[in-house]
């Protein structure tokens, strides 16, 4: 039986991030990297990845403010988003939280860490996927 890597959207206005992340996910992970809001909204429109990852200060839109537009869209309300963020400032993850984010990582990035909540959110997303209240 052949398994589907899962599907994860990077956002980042940073091309170095980028870089990395496509370095320390792309070989495990179906990656698709966006320098931008705007694009990754678009190719959201009709597309459910696994896990969202987003940076918070960027130009365009704010990871703020795409998560509020991504939880605002039915097909994608329940899928995990993790803050890449350089603020580790509390009040930041509070709001990430409090907004829908599931977790918060911050930069500079440690690999391991980052592939741990990766992994941590995909399980917890794929273990709510098989829960049904017929089964309780």
């Keep these: 039986m052949l398994f589907e890597k899962k599907k994860i959207v990077a956002v980042d206005d940073s091309g170095i991030i980028l870089k990395m992340l496509i370095k320390v996910l792309g070989d495990k992970y179906d990656l698709h990297a966006f320098s931008g809001g705007r694009r990754a909204l678009q190719f959201l429109r009709d597309r459910t990845p696994d896990l ?28 995990p988003v993790i803050f890449l963020t350089s603020n580790n400032d509390k009040n930041h993850v509070v709001k990430a939280v409090a907004g829908g984010a599931k977790d918060y990582v911050v930069k500079p990035i440690d690999e391991e860490i980052l592939m741990d909540k990766v992994h941590a959110a995909l399980q917890d997303a794929e273990a709510n996927d098989a829960i049904s209240w017929n089964d309780i």
């Design 52 to 79: 969202i990852i987003l940076d918070i200060d960027m130009p365009e839109i704010n990871g703020y403010e795409m998560l509020k537009m991504i939880k605002e869209r039915e097909h994608l309300q329940k899928v």
